[in-house]
């Protein structure tokens, strides 16, 4: 396993327009995390699924943003209507639970822009 | 609400100096993440540090937490210019025993090293 994969891996849209980005975990992590930063800034906590069930949401997470995860495997991340506000790089992560460190780690991100 | 605090924010140094960054948060925490950020890249994890007193070292890089005082350090001896890039520590923001939850980020140190 090569790690966090994200797709697309750039994103310009225009205001209004929805979009939609995927992560596909480590294989073996059960939890997966979505996280968003913008210039400057650390990455700020959206939301984190463990297997199929999303157990928190920020506050951050309007309602035009949705995510899923419906298999336990791979997640999306949708913004309806989209804003100039949500240009910034969005994060995903995962992590076990062996009983380790649990590190989160991250994929390349998607780097969205609109317009 | 959980905050985590960076200083410096930014540090230029010469190659060859120590330096030390600092992270404090504001509740109690038992895990505390230093993650490591190259320009338009994603977040690379250096060191988890799960208890008080805990130690890691990795090359010229060295991280430690006090819980009691809610300070992690991560210090950096005889600096290298390929040590330049943003430093992130983060805190579990809720410890649930079943793996690790969000985590809040500070803002970042962005470190320059020059030869």
């Known amino acids: 396993d090569t790690g966090v994969s994200q797709d697309p891996r750039h994103k310009i849209t225009k205001r209004g327009q929805n979009v939609t980005f995927r992560c596909d975990p480590i294989?073996?992590?059960?939890?997966l995390y979505w996280y968003r930063q913008t210039l400057g800034q650390g990455p700020e906590f959206l939301t984190y699924?463990?297997?199929?069930?999303?157990?928190?949401k920020s506050r951050l997470l309007s309602d035009r943003f949705s995510a899923e995860r419906p298999k336990g495997s791979f997640s999306t991340l949708e913004i309806q209507r989209t804003e100039q506000g949500d240009s910034a790089m969005y994060l995903c992560?995962?992590?076990?639970?062996?009983?380790?460190?649990?590190?989160?780690?991250f994929g390349p991100g998607t780097r969205l822009l609109v317009l | 609400e959980l905050k985590v605090e960076q200083n410096p924010l930014f540090l230029s140094m010469q190659e060859g100096k120590n330096y030390t960054i600092y992270c404090n948060y504001s509740?109690?925490?038992?895990?505390l993440y230093w993650y490591r950020q190259d320009p338009g890249k994603s977040l690379e994890s250096l060191f988890v540090?799960?208890?008080?007193?805990a130690v890691k070292q990795e090359g010229r890089l060295m991280a430690s937490l006090d819980t009691k005082a809610r300070l992690s350090t991560l210090h950096i001896t005889a600096a290298v210019h390929d040590l330049s890039a943003t430093y992130f520590c983060a805190v579990d923001r809720g410890y649930s025993g079943g793996g690790a939850d969000g985590l809040t980020f500070g803002k970042g140190t962005h470190l320059i090293i020059q030869p």
């Open positions: 699924f463990q297997n199929e069930a999303q157990l928190e």
């Open positions: 992560a995962s992590s076990g639970t062996s009983g380790g460190e649990e590190t989160q780690y």
């Open positions: 294989s073996e992590h059960n939890r």
């Open positions: 509740t109690t925490s038992d895990r």
């Open positions: 540090l799960l208890s008080n007193g």
